[in-house]
């Protein structure tokens, strides 16, 4: 599986950020059966999910982003994206997006394969 996030940019506080993550070398039955999750890594600290979206769309999000981000998924595309609203400084940080079957694993994050993640800085 290879994994490339794309749309990190360097923004104002309060600004808005659409992310994607391109999944390839994944069937499309794969892809449209596993969980999806979009992960950050600030400065410092240790990577955290912040959104995953099962399956068949159910979706789950951290207390830190609820209300803000927004998680999708295009199965015909093989694409996650994370819609980032009302930004605020404390969500700078390299996010990365992820899939597996197991709801277990994605909520854990012991994955192997990781991305290249992409930067998104929040200026106040």
């Known amino acids: 599986v290879q994994l490339v996030e794309s749309g990190g940019d360097l923004v104002q506080a309060a600004y808005s950020l659409r992310l994607s993550c391109a999944i390839a070398?994944?069937?499309?039955?794969?892809?449209?059966?596993?969980?999806m999750g979009w992960y950050r890594q600030a400065p410092g600290k240790q990577r955290e999910l912040v959104a995953d979206?099962?399956?068949?769309?159910?979706?789950n999000y951290s207390d830190s982003v609820k209300g803000r981000f927004t998680v999708s998924r295009d199965n015909t595309k093989k694409m996650v994206y994370l819609q980032m609203n009302s930004l605020k400084p404390e969500d700078t940080a390299r996010y990365y997006c992820?899939?597996?079957?197991?709801?277990?694993?994605?909520?854990?994050?012991?994955?192997?394969?990781w991305g290249q993640g992409t930067l998104v800085a929040v200026s106040s």
């Open positions: 992820n899939t597996d079957r197991s709801m277990a694993t994605i909520r854990t994050g012991d994955l192997e394969v």
């Open positions: 070398g994944i069937s499309f039955n794969d892809f449209s059966g596993n969980v």
């Open positions: 979206i099962a399956s068949l769309g159910s979706t």
